[in-house]
């Protein structure tokens, strides 16, 4: 029997062993009334910034759930899965007040994601607002914008962008749908980006064969971009972003098509399969390496948001390995779309809903806990 098929074999399996757990936590309605929220970035212990799709950002105070809007933000394009997508603080945002934007933009010949930054001094009028970057990814079609952004160690920016709903975009290197971007801080291009220097190829590029990637997460301590990325029936992924890597999609994935037939294409023999997948669907969307101190069995490991699932799914990992799945989706019941980890180790989500909702999580002390807490806690 072929090696490789083993191994796929193998990954098949894997999710199979994923149970509901009981709940480390309790969960607290931070705030609610947010249309349709979709990006969260946590200012500090007080404050903290939402996206809402239809184009409005969101001052939230943490302790008492009061909200105020924030204006001066990029005109997004709301349409189908688009609008005003993702935040993002810079590493420096102490100093420089830059703040990060996605969202699908109205050009010539359709809709695309795009990439801003405006300075946010406090109060509720953000400044001087820049168009860092356009992708080429202008489709027709409402559907796949990608759009999570994260900065790695090094001060680099990576951007998600779906296929836009044409797969062979994945593979096509001309084209930025179906990539994950990497950026420095002022939108420029890296000049160690894995693509630089061809001009048949688009510089931005730092990986493809993505399909519509929702989560994506530094982890400062490993130094590991953790990804996921949604499949078409089946096949959510999760990965770990290497430099010019192929990921696969359309060519190799776990998912079918929604008739429930096969998608029958031949994978590269250099394409990556992930670390993890969900065959059924959870539909995946946020993603957060876990480093704080509230939940410290839970260091290291990864926390999802689940659409389909309507909760949370704690993956646990070893080094770049995920070794088991477990499922809280019954402390839920809705559509989760982000998930933070705040400075005091709290996990903040956000619901996705027209009368969404900022949650927080905070950790189920008992004298048993308690007094093994740190024993327990995997570094």
Known sequence: MAKGFVFRLVLLLLPLVSLQAAEPFTVHNVSGGLNQPWGL?????????????????VLVNLATGDKQRIYGVPIAKQVGQGGLLDIKLAPDFQQSRWVY????????GGVTTALARARWKGGLQLSELEELLVTNAVRRSTRHFGSRLAFDHRGYLYMTIGDRGHRKLAQDLSRHAGKVLRLNADGSVPK??????????????YTYGHRNPQGLAFDPVSQRMWLH???????????ILKAGANYGWPLQ????????????????EDTVMPKWHWTPSIAPSGLAVYRGDAFPQWRGDLLVG???????????????????????????????????????????????????????????VTARSSSFRESIGRQ
């Open 192 to 205: 160690d980006n894995p693509f630089v220097g061809r001009k048949d190829v688009m510089a931005e590029i």
């Open 101 to 108: 934007f996605s969202y699908s933009k109205s050009v010539k």
């Open 253 to 268: 994935t776990f998912g079918r098509e929604y008739s429930g037939l096969a998608i029958k294409n031949a994978a590269p």
């Open 41 to 57: 970035a946590l200012v500090d212990q007080q404050w903290a910034l939402v996206t809402e799709k239809p184009g409005n950002l």
């Open 306 to 364: 689940a659409l389909l699932g309507l909760g949370m799914v704690h993956l646990e990992t070893t080094q770049e390995q995920v070794d088991e799945e477990q499922r809280f989706f019954e402390a839920f019941g809705q559509r989760i779309r982000t998930i933070e980890v705040g400075k005091g180790g709290e996990i903040y989500l956000l619901t996705d809903s027209s009368d969404g909702q900022l949650l927080r999580l905070d950790p189920v």
């Open 229 to 239: 990325e949604h499949g078409p029936r089946g096949g959510d992924e999760v990965n």
